[in-house]
């Protein structure tokens, strides 16, 4: 591994457990955490007690807490599938806000794996969740899923884990452009990595963070479930397998911007909850990912 832009993460802390007053054990996997207009941080996730079972994956958990490390407060599901909308199940929210709105994109599935549905609810509260009316964004398979938005210049930018081709392929990372966070462009491709398959693969949970002059994409898990490697590139849509920087043990890493620093989560099947450590680069950051 280079030295040049190498990232690594802290100890990790629990922050949230999902089981706590449940008669069972509860996982968070996939998830986002924002800050709201307020100042308070909101954490909203695919939940489930355990053990895993993806497909029955059907409501997204919502907890919010004055500071990143909490207390974390438990609020009722964010949001439950809607099987007359086409959802087979809920999988990896994304949360930013624009425009005096909040937009939560996430994985709706639907009976066709090749063209799996990415939809959208907005928000003026956090609370209370409004699904697009013109139904999903975009559908991709095989299984598209894992959405993460950032500002790239003058365009958002949605990246998300797939395939090569619909039926499956190598596992890539997919982009596609939007001015307005409804229409998105065709889809590119902003990393193949050399595996092939369906399923899940390893570019899942994909985040991309801009650090100075470069541009670093965290992925997993790799190699193992618990873990997640970073790649760094001058081009926010080329990233190769070579230029890998670093790992962190951590599966469905999301990166926030809290008191000035930089944090990374993890979470995942048969973990307890979510959990918090600080992440370093080895340079001032100049850029955070776009949620204001």
Not at 47 to 65: K, L
Not at 71 to 94: N, Q
């Given at each position: 591994m280079t030295e040049r832009g190498a990232v690594r993460a802290g100890t990790f802390a629990k922050i949230y457990d999902p089981g706590v007053d449940e008669p069972d054990?509860?996982?968070?996997?996939?998830?986002?955490?924002?800050?709201?207009?307020?100042?308070?941080?909101?954490?909203?996730?695919?939940?489930?007690?355990?053990?895993?079972?993806?497909?029955?994956?059907?409501?997204?958990?919502?907890?919010?807490?004055?500071?990143?490390?909490?207390?974390?407060?438990?609020?009722?599901?964010?949001?439950?599938?809607?099987?007359?909308?086409?959802?087979?199940?809920?999988?990896?929210?994304?949360v930013l806000t624009a425009n005096g709105r909040y937009f939560m994109f996430y994985a709706g599935g639907g009976p066709d794996r090749t063209a799996a549905a990415m939809n959208l609810a907005t928000s003026t509260d956090l609370f209370h969740w409004t699904r697009h009316p013109g139904g999903p964004v975009f559908r991709d398979g095989y299984d598209g899923r894992d959405p993460m938005v950032t500002r790239v210049g003058d365009e958002w930018v949605m990246y998300y884990c797939a395939n090569s081709a619909p039926t499956g392929g190598h596992h890539v990372v997919a982009y596609r452009t939007s001015t307005d966070l409804v229409r998105w462009s065709d889809r590119r491709i902003a990393y193949t990595d050399p595996t092939s398959g369906t399923e899940a693969g390893n570019t899942e949970s994909p985040f991309v963070v801009r650090h100075d002059d470069a541009w670093y994409l965290f992925i997993g898990p790799r190699p193992d479930y618990v873990g997640t490697e970073v790649f760094r590139s001058d081009n926010p849509f080329h990233f190769r397998v070579e230029d890998k920087v670093g790992y962190v043990a951590a599966h469905a890493a999301e990166l926030i911007r809290a008191d000035g620093s930089w944090w990374i989560t993890a979470a995942g099947w048969g973990q307890g909850g979510v959990y918090l450590a600080p992440l370093t680069f080895p340079d001032p950051v100049s850029e955070s990912p776009v949620r204001e």
């Open positions: 054990d509860w996982y968070i996997n996939d998830h986002t955490i924002i800050q709201a207009a307020d100042g308070r941080w909101h954490l909203f996730g695919i939940t489930h007690r355990e053990p895993a079972d993806p497909f029955d994956e059907t409501e997204f958990a919502h907890a919010s807490a004055p500071d990143p490390h909490g207390p974390w407060t438990k609020h009722p599901m964010a949001l439950r599938v809607d099987r007359a909308y086409g959802e087979t199940h809920l999988w990896a929210p994304f």
